[in-house]
T-cell receptor
């Protein structure tokens, strides 16, 4: 398997623009996670899905953020409108489950810069 | 107070040194304890996993969990420049989301 795939790898946009980040999880994994990583706040869980259904979105910072998982092989994280404080690295991860031995596999991340 | 506390460092050591990385936590319900390693501009990857208290060894790496003190450690023996990375502790209880520490940046100098 190719692992978790994210696109784009880098995104530079201007404040107020819509940004869409994409993720393809590992085939057969039932859980998908979106994280944001910054120097100040570390790795923060934004939202996670189980079998394409959002389970916990308490980490989504504002209504400007939304995430969807239309099928088992694709998810998007959208920011509209974007702001400079959204600049961070966004990671997608997937796992088989939430049991103790289940490992989260992370993608390479999308580095977002909002000017 | 954060559920998981981890000193962000950076920690700089000479090659061959023993490295000790630590995290403390507040939620006594945590049962599963992990260490992830993250190289620059990469995603985190699982390094070690421990259930409940005790030690686990894998090559040059040893993970320790002390639930009575709510304290976990990762030891790296004979550290190598290739060990230079950010190390994130992580923990959860069954069926719940994983909570990550802030990560400690480690530099091993040749």
């Amino acid at each position: 398997d190719a692992g978790v795939i994210q696109s784009p790898r880098h995104e530079v946009t201007e404040m107020g623009q819509e940004v869409t980040l994409r993720c393809k999880p590992i085939s057969g994994h039932d859980y998908l996670f979106w994280y944001r990583q910054t120097m100040m706040r570390g790795l923060e869980l934004l939202i996670y899905f189980n079998n394409n259904v959002p389970i916990d979105d308490s980490g989504m910072p504002e209504d400007r953020f939304s995430a969807k998982m239309p099928n088992a092989s694709f998810s998007t994280l959208k920011i509209q409108p974007s702001e400079p404080r959204d600049s961070a690295v966004y990671f997608c991860a997937s796992s088989e489950g939430l049991a103790g031995a289940d490992t989260q596999y992370f993608g390479p991340g999308t580095r977002l810069t909002v000017l | 107070q954060k559920e998981v506390e981890q000193d962000p460092g950076p920690l700089s050591v000479p090659e061959g040194a023993i490295v000790s990385l630590n995290c403390t936590y507040s939620n006594s319900a945590f049962q599963y304890f992990m260490w992830y390693r993250q190289y620059s501009r990469k995603g985190p990857e699982l390094l070690m996993y421990t259930y409940s208290s005790g030690n686990k060894e894998d090559g040059r790496f040893t993970a320790q969990v002390d639930k009575s003190s709510k304290y976990i450690s990762l030891f790296i023996r004979d550290s190598q420049p290739s060990d230079s990375a950010t190390y994130l502790c992580a923990m959860r209880y069954g069926g719940f989301k994983t909570i990550f520490g802030a990560g400690t940046r480690l530099f091993v100098k040749a």
